[in-house]
């Protein structure tokens, strides 16, 4: 594994985690996001604490699936062990996104999950994007990062949901995290998630008694992802 392999794996975490502040997304250092390489069991996260205008791609940090940090002198961002889970426990996944943004944090906060209510909505997640219940009081003082991560995986086991059909959830009293097979669609379900979250947020103020038809949800998401999409450019 040459160190340029590497280098372009801190690069593609690096230009996401710029990414999320550009997009506003992310205020003060309330995010993170991370690459991974499945095949080499190595992802690149950003480094905990470090200011988004001081960030180099160079300062991003390496980590293996142990949870080993590889030849850097930055500590990894204080999330690492949520991402290591995730990336343990979904095995299509390669990047991952977590922010604080406004509305898909307000949601949380509610303690709600996100209602499936149009086709915007459909184009990414397949279905309501779900709120998992607050972490008990002994996970989140003996290993509270870990257990998080580890609290996704098992509720999406539980639910049968499928981490590539539904790349998103919210935590209550906390934020979100996004997926994808790469990092860059982990930001685009990001971007998606804190859109869909306000209209979601003021269509249900206009009327509470939307009812979006399943099979209209199932076409959308459906002509994007899967065997059969056809969305796009060949
Ligand atoms: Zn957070």
Redesign the pocket.
């Known amino acids: 594994m040459g160190t340029g392999y590497l280098d372009q794996l801190k690069q593609e975490a690096f230009e996401v985690n710029m990414g999320i502040v550009r997009e506003r997304l992310v205020v003060l250092t309330?995010g993170n996001a991370s690459s991974f390489d499945r095949t080499k069991g190595i992802f690149a996260i950003k480094p905990s604490g470090v200011s988004y205008s001081l960030l180099k791609w160079q300062d991003m940090v390496l980590v293996d699936l142990d949870g080993n940090v590889i030849d850097s002198k930055l500590r990894p961002s204080s999330?690492t062990l949520t991402h290591l889970e995730i990336y343990k426990g979904f095995s299509s996944v390669g990047g991952i996104v977590?922010t604080?943004s406004p509305w898909a944090t307000i949601w949380a906060q509610a303690c709600k999950s996100i209602p499936i209510l149009g086709t915007t909505h459909s184009d990414h997640f397949n279905g309501d994007v779900p709120c998992i219940p607050y972490l008990v009081k002994d996970k989140v003082e003996n290993a509270y990062e870990k257990e998080t991560g580890i609290q996704i995986v098992k509720f999406f086991e539980e639910k049968k949901l499928k981490p590539i059909h539904m790349p998103g959830c919210l935590l209550s009293g906390?934020?979100s995290f996004t997926w994808s097979e790469t990092s860059s669609q982990a930001f685009e379900n990001a971007i998606a998630l804190e859109s869909c979250a306000s209209m979601a947020y003021h269509s249900i103020s206009l009327n509470s008694k939307i009812k979006f038809p399943k099979y209209i949800l199932d076409k959308h998401f459906s002509r994007k992802h899967g065997v059969n999409s056809y969305y796009g450019q060949k």
Request: charged share 15%; net charge negative; aromatic share 16%.
């Open positions: 309330w999330d977590h604080h906390h934020a």
